[in-house]
Protein backbone atom coordinates (compact mmCIF):
# COMPACT_ATOMS: atom_id res chain seq x y z
CA UNK A 1 0.00 0.00 0.00
CA UNK A 2 3.04 2.37 0.85
CA UNK A 3 4.80 1.85 -2.36
CA UNK A 4 1.21 1.99 -4.46
CA UNK A 5 0.07 5.41 -2.67
CA UNK A 6 3.92 6.74 -2.79
CA UNK A 7 3.84 5.78 -6.66
CA UNK A 8 0.52 7.28 -7.42
CA UNK A 9 1.56 10.42 -5.05
CA UNK A 10 4.74 11.28 -7.27
CA UNK A 11 2.69 10.24 -10.45
CA UNK A 12 0.16 13.25 -9.98
CA UNK A 13 2.51 15.57 -8.51
CA UNK A 14 4.67 15.53 -11.61
CA UNK A 15 2.15 15.40 -14.18
CA UNK A 16 0.31 18.41 -12.54
CA UNK A 17 3.49 20.43 -12.40
CA UNK A 18 3.75 19.71 -16.34
CA UNK A 19 0.36 20.56 -17.12
CA UNK A 20 0.67 23.53 -15.35
CA UNK A 21 3.93 24.10 -17.08
CA UNK A 22 2.33 23.70 -20.47
CA UNK A 23 -0.23 25.64 -19.96
CA UNK A 24 2.10 29.01 -19.23
CA UNK A 25 3.44 28.75 -22.49
CA UNK A 26 0.23 28.47 -24.36
CA UNK A 27 -2.12 30.83 -22.90
CA UNK A 28 -3.36 28.54 -19.73
CA UNK A 29 -4.59 26.03 -22.55
CA UNK A 30 -4.52 22.53 -21.08
CA UNK A 31 -2.86 20.46 -23.15
CA UNK A 32 -4.32 17.36 -25.47
CA UNK A 33 -5.54 14.51 -22.76
CA UNK A 34 -3.79 12.00 -25.45
CA UNK A 35 -0.30 13.87 -24.87
CA UNK A 36 -1.22 13.74 -20.54
CA UNK A 37 -1.67 9.87 -21.08
CA UNK A 38 1.39 9.05 -23.16
CA UNK A 39 3.20 10.32 -20.19
CA UNK A 40 1.96 6.96 -18.49
CA UNK A 41 3.34 5.71 -14.71
CA UNK A 42 7.41 6.33 -15.86
CA UNK A 43 7.83 8.36 -12.64
CA UNK A 44 12.02 8.50 -14.20
CA UNK A 45 10.71 10.20 -16.84
CA UNK A 46 8.56 12.02 -15.35
CA UNK A 47 11.25 13.55 -13.06
CA UNK A 48 13.48 14.06 -15.61
CA UNK A 49 10.71 16.55 -17.61
CA UNK A 50 10.29 18.00 -14.77
CA UNK A 51 14.24 18.71 -13.92
CA UNK A 52 14.25 20.00 -17.62
CA UNK A 53 12.25 22.83 -17.73
CA UNK A 54 12.78 26.03 -18.18
CA UNK A 55 11.70 27.08 -14.66
CA UNK A 56 13.71 24.16 -13.01
CA UNK A 57 16.55 26.15 -13.99
CA UNK A 58 15.98 27.81 -10.43
CA UNK A 59 15.54 25.28 -8.82
CA UNK A 60 19.00 24.09 -7.37
CA UNK A 61 17.59 21.28 -5.26
CA UNK A 62 17.52 19.44 -8.25
CA UNK A 63 21.33 18.62 -7.85
CA UNK A 64 20.91 17.26 -4.43
CA UNK A 65 19.77 13.80 -6.64
CA UNK A 66 22.64 12.65 -8.04
CA UNK A 67 22.99 9.41 -10.22
CA UNK A 68 22.72 6.33 -8.00
CA UNK A 69 21.61 7.86 -5.09
CA UNK A 70 19.47 6.54 -2.71
CA UNK A 71 17.23 9.29 -4.06
CA UNK A 72 17.31 8.20 -7.54
CA UNK A 73 17.44 4.65 -6.61
CA UNK A 74 13.28 5.48 -4.53
CA UNK A 75 12.66 7.12 -7.54
CA UNK A 76 13.74 4.10 -10.51
CA UNK A 77 12.21 1.94 -7.64
CA UNK A 78 8.84 3.89 -7.26
CA UNK A 79 8.53 3.76 -11.05
CA UNK A 80 9.08 -0.26 -11.81
CA UNK A 81 6.91 -0.38 -9.06
CA UNK A 82 4.08 1.73 -11.12
CA UNK A 83 4.96 0.38 -14.14
CA UNK A 84 5.25 -3.52 -14.37
CA UNK A 85 5.92 -4.49 -9.89
CA UNK A 86 2.68 -3.22 -8.67
CA UNK A 87 0.78 -6.31 -10.12
CA UNK A 88 3.93 -9.06 -8.77
CA UNK A 89 1.30 -10.68 -5.94
CA UNK A 90 -1.23 -10.84 -9.29
CA UNK A 91 1.43 -12.22 -11.98
CA UNK A 92 2.73 -14.71 -9.02
CA UNK A 93 -1.24 -16.07 -8.33
CA UNK A 94 -2.21 -16.54 -12.12
CA UNK A 95 1.33 -18.47 -12.48
CA UNK A 96 2.98 -15.06 -14.48
CA UNK A 97 6.74 -15.61 -14.67
CA UNK A 98 7.64 -12.63 -12.26
CA UNK A 99 11.27 -11.27 -13.02
CA UNK A 100 11.41 -9.59 -9.29
CA UNK A 101 9.78 -9.12 -6.28
CA UNK A 102 9.36 -5.63 -5.41
CA UNK A 103 10.10 -6.41 -1.43
CA UNK A 104 13.67 -7.94 -2.27
CA UNK A 105 14.39 -4.59 -4.62
CA UNK A 106 13.17 -2.59 -1.49
CA UNK A 107 15.49 -4.52 1.17
CA UNK A 108 18.35 -3.69 -0.97
CA UNK A 109 17.82 -0.01 -0.20
CA UNK A 110 17.13 -0.25 3.09
CA UNK A 111 20.45 -2.28 3.03
CA UNK A 112 21.92 0.88 1.16
CA UNK A 113 20.36 3.06 3.97
CA UNK A 114 21.69 1.67 7.18
CA UNK A 115 25.00 1.61 5.41
CA UNK A 116 25.25 5.36 4.23
CA UNK A 117 23.08 6.80 7.36
CA UNK A 118 23.71 4.89 10.34
CA UNK A 119 26.91 4.22 12.25
CA UNK A 120 28.26 1.05 12.65
CA UNK A 121 28.72 1.43 15.96
CA UNK A 122 24.81 2.03 16.61
CA UNK A 123 23.92 -1.16 14.90
CA UNK A 124 26.52 -3.46 16.25
CA UNK A 125 24.99 -2.17 19.81
CA UNK A 126 21.57 -2.76 18.81
CA UNK A 127 22.73 -6.26 17.18
CA UNK A 128 24.28 -7.26 20.44
CA UNK A 129 20.86 -6.26 22.70
CA UNK A 130 18.90 -8.20 20.15
CA UNK A 131 21.63 -11.23 20.47
CA UNK A 132 20.64 -11.27 23.97
CA UNK A 133 16.91 -11.33 23.68
CA UNK A 134 17.32 -14.60 21.56
CA UNK A 135 20.02 -16.19 23.62
CA UNK A 136 16.77 -15.80 26.09
CA UNK A 137 14.34 -17.11 24.59
CA UNK A 138 15.96 -19.50 21.92
CA UNK A 139 15.11 -23.13 23.70
CA UNK A 140 11.38 -21.68 23.93
CA UNK A 141 10.84 -20.30 20.15
CA UNK A 142 10.64 -21.81 16.41
CA UNK A 143 11.18 -19.60 13.72
CA UNK A 144 8.47 -20.08 10.50
CA UNK A 145 9.29 -17.19 8.19
CA UNK A 146 11.17 -15.76 5.36
CA UNK A 147 12.91 -12.12 5.32
CA UNK A 148 12.21 -9.40 2.49
CA UNK A 149 13.93 -11.20 -0.48
CA UNK A 150 12.40 -14.75 0.65
CA UNK A 151 15.39 -16.28 2.59
CA UNK A 152 14.57 -18.37 5.80
CA UNK A 153 15.20 -16.30 8.94
CA UNK A 154 16.76 -17.97 11.90
CA UNK A 155 15.71 -16.88 15.47
CA UNK A 156 18.50 -14.06 15.85
CA UNK A 157 17.79 -12.25 11.99
CA UNK A 158 14.02 -12.88 13.14
CA UNK A 159 14.46 -10.66 16.47
CA UNK A 160 17.24 -8.15 14.56
CA UNK A 161 15.68 -7.22 11.02
CA UNK A 162 12.28 -5.07 12.35
CA UNK A 163 14.76 -3.08 14.15
CA UNK A 164 17.02 -2.28 11.64
CA UNK A 165 14.00 -1.98 9.41
CA UNK A 166 12.21 1.00 11.85
CA UNK A 167 15.62 2.42 12.15
CA UNK A 168 16.14 2.29 8.52
CA UNK A 169 12.45 3.80 7.64
CA UNK A 170 13.10 7.52 9.49
CA UNK A 171 16.00 7.57 6.93
CA UNK A 172 13.69 6.26 4.24
CA UNK A 173 11.39 9.13 4.99
CA UNK A 174 14.15 11.80 4.74
CA UNK A 175 14.96 10.28 1.34
CA UNK A 176 11.84 11.03 -0.07
CA UNK A 177 11.90 14.24 1.22
CA UNK A 178 14.62 15.36 -0.82
CA UNK A 179 12.80 14.27 -3.77
CA UNK A 180 10.16 16.40 -2.51
CA UNK A 181 11.68 18.93 -2.28
CA UNK A 182 12.69 20.46 -5.78
CA UNK A 183 9.00 19.28 -6.61
CA UNK A 184 7.38 21.35 -3.91
CA UNK A 185 9.77 24.28 -4.77
CA UNK A 186 9.03 23.84 -9.04
CA UNK A 187 5.09 23.61 -8.00
CA UNK A 188 5.32 26.38 -6.58
CA UNK A 189 6.94 28.64 -9.44
CA UNK A 190 4.17 27.21 -11.98
CA UNK A 191 1.33 28.17 -10.05
CA UNK A 192 2.81 31.38 -9.02
CA UNK A 193 3.45 31.76 -12.82
CA UNK A 194 -0.12 30.73 -13.76
CA UNK A 195 -2.13 33.11 -11.32
CA UNK A 196 -0.23 35.77 -12.27
CA UNK A 197 -0.66 35.21 -16.14
CA UNK A 198 -4.29 35.04 -15.26
CA UNK A 199 -4.58 37.71 -13.37
CA UNK A 200 -2.66 40.60 -15.88
CA UNK A 201 -3.85 38.88 -19.46
CA UNK A 202 -6.16 36.03 -19.31
CA UNK A 203 -9.35 36.95 -16.72
CA UNK A 204 -11.74 34.72 -19.11
CA UNK A 205 -9.00 31.57 -18.66
CA UNK A 206 -9.69 29.11 -15.63
CA UNK A 207 -8.08 29.74 -12.35
CA UNK A 208 -5.33 27.76 -11.14
CA UNK A 209 -5.12 27.34 -7.66
CA UNK A 210 -2.58 27.55 -4.87
CA UNK A 211 -1.43 24.20 -4.61
CA UNK A 212 1.42 25.43 -1.78
CA UNK A 213 -0.71 23.73 1.26
CA UNK A 214 -0.93 19.91 -0.55
CA UNK A 215 2.96 19.72 0.58
CA UNK A 216 3.30 21.56 3.82
CA UNK A 217 3.94 18.57 5.53
CA UNK A 218 7.43 18.68 3.59
CA UNK A 219 9.39 20.31 6.17
CA UNK A 220 13.34 19.93 5.59
CA UNK A 221 14.83 19.61 8.84
CA UNK A 222 16.61 16.29 8.76
CA UNK A 223 16.53 16.37 13.13
CA UNK A 224 12.85 17.23 12.45
CA UNK A 225 12.18 14.30 10.01
CA UNK A 226 13.93 11.33 12.29
CA UNK A 227 12.46 12.33 14.94
CA UNK A 228 8.56 12.76 13.55
CA UNK A 229 6.41 9.57 14.55
CA UNK A 230 3.51 10.28 12.11
CA UNK A 231 2.84 12.00 8.51
CA UNK A 232 -0.24 12.68 6.64
Keep these: MAFFEL ?31 SLGHDLVG ?96 VVVGHDLENRPLDLKTMVLQPTLQDIAAKHVIYHVMVIIKPLKMLLSLVTTMAIQLHDGEMRNKPRVPFMNEFLDFAWFNRPYILRKKRWP
Design 46 to 141: LFSACKSLDTARDVKEFLEIKQDSIEDRIIKFLSDFAKTDRYHNLDHLTGKTVPKDPLAEWSKILKKVLESDVSARHIKKITQKTNVISSLIESRS
Design 7 to 37: SIGFERLMKTILVIDHMNKNRLTIPPGLKLK
